[in-house]
């Protein structure tokens, strides 16, 4: 099979105010809704079968070794226009190779990083099909075939990007003999993809669609290091859909997200005032300390104090354990024997220092991917609703917005707070690694924090595991 009618790339680009002037075989895609970039040049690629050397030609892109394509291919505003001009086709198929109509929360975090590296569908590869839905962290099953989306070869355990680069091999077509693409399923079309994949991805899109208007997504950790089931139920996927594109039982997953909802005291409206306005000082990459208010000293010094009485007595200095357990504290009285005189260097700053106003923190015991979700779950949240431009404004937002927010902060300080202790302390203490736990592990959060009308109805929360280069 070659081109039709004559056509080549060179006529294309002359003539791009009269296309379509022809069209490559496998480029009409009103049969396959919602097909991404990718599956479109992949298509028409083994349509073809164009060598390597013919493909930058026929498409219009040209890819190294260890670029990751589709998502290249996603984020390139660049090279979508070019592959959309060399293949041709209905201006409509163009608006879904775009990541954000995908996307159920507005979020600063690079597109690049929200979505997973090459997957498919092996069922829906056989045809030639592949969206963008199947590289979303909540996917991992394709909704109308049934089938888990793979990231290798379920046969051999290849990767499956290499196939697309290497000039002797194509796309979907594994070495050890497994050919994800079939010539006739591709002709005639699959009708599960024209019919329910259709529609399921019109419900996921109009969802996400007004999902996105009333969620923010502030991540210090990447998405793709949680399950399908974990990040279904943080960015609260409808029940529907969420059993169908995941792998796990409708449950799962619910365990490890934290829901954070409004208080209705006006006690906790002005805890969470005074917190809101305390972090407006809160570093994010420098060394420095904020002032903490004294409604949060208990909490602080709490999650010291719960850590040195798991370990055992005389591991600390006496110099140390008063920081921990001051005199005008409630559990002073609990402060376990320690060693004589000296304290150490390092944890001089650890616990909180005492000051008029209540305590002060040296933050560098605060991750700073922790302390960047803090501010970009509070202050820079706060910016972007009406009425929050800066500091006294905080108090005529509505209690639930200012609640919550703080609720969230909060939990991420502490977290952050119990993280660092832990972290300084093994350097220190060696029996701290027998507590299953509370031995040193480092975590980051992810976290959506969800709007009506403006005002912030409720955030969830979830921690992941650092990459081991930070442990
Ligand atoms: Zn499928
Ligand atoms: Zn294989």
Redesign the pocket.
Known sequence: MTITQGYTPHQAHQSESSLPVAMLVGSNLCRYPYMSAYGAMMRVCRLHVLPREMRFRYLGVRFNRHDDIPKMLATSGARKDQLFRHIGGDESIRTYWDIEPWLPFSTSVSEADLITPLRICPCCSRSGYHTILFHLPWVDRCPWHGARIVD???????PLLPQFIDADLVPHD?????NFFDVKSAIHGDPSIDHHARAWQASYLAWANEARTQRYLVAGASLQDLDAAEAGVLADLPLNLRTTCSMHAAGAGKGRVQVLRPATSAAAGQTATDFLLAMKALPVTERAAINVPPSLLRSFRAVAQNIVEKLPARTFFEGDLLRIYPPDDPGHRRRPPGLPHRQHAELTFLPLLQSPTGGVLDCTSIDKHIRSVVRGATWDLMEKLPHAQDGPIIRDLDLGTRTVLAALGKRLLLHGYAQGIRIILGRHVATLYDLPRDRPRPRRPIAIVFTSRDQVTKANLIWVKAPAADA
């Open positions: 290798q070869c379920p046969s051999c355990s290849r594994c070495p050890c003999g497994v």
